[in-house]
Nanobody, 123 residues
Framework: VQLQASGGGLVQAGGSLRLSCAAS????????MGWFRQAPGKEREFVGA???????YYGDFVKGRFTISRDNDKNTVSLQMNSLKAEDTAVYYC??????????????????WGQGTLVTVSS
């Protein structure tokens, strides 16, 4: 499975970005997808996940600002990020896992990773 993340960039605080992740997984609809982020000097952090059947979960810090979605016809998962803050600055990664696990917040539970896309939020 190959994952290609895109959509990162520089945005001012309060702005929005939409990240996308294209997956080569077949069938994509069977995979559980996650977004993680990693800031310099920090551990990789859970941002959100969407299950194979559309269930959505978010990290505690999201607080309604981000929305994860998937398009099984296009083999993509997206992360809409609104009300961005300087502390959201990080490299964002998409990840995939074939089977669901209650430990979906742990990076170690994902088998496949994209290359990451940098999000920089200026204050």
């Amino acid at each position: 499975v190959q994952l290609q993340a895109s959509g990162g960039g520089l945005v001012q605080a309060g702005g929005s970005l939409r990240l996308s992740c294209a997956a080569s997984a077949r069938p994509f609809s069977n995979y559980n997808m996650g977004w993680f982020r990693q800031a310099p000097g920090k551990e990789r952090e859970f941002v959100g996940a969407i299950t194979w059947n559309g269930g959505k979960y978010y990290g505690d810090f999201v607080k309604g600002r981000f929305t994860i979605s998937r398009d099984n016809d296009k083999n993509t998962v997206s992360l809409q990020m609104n009300s961005l803050k300087a502390e959201d600055t990080a490299v964002y990664y998409c990840a995939a896992r074939a089977t669901w696990t209650v430990a979906f917040r742990a990076p170690s539970q994902y088998n496949y990773w994209g290359q990451g896309t940098l999000v920089t939020v200026s204050s």
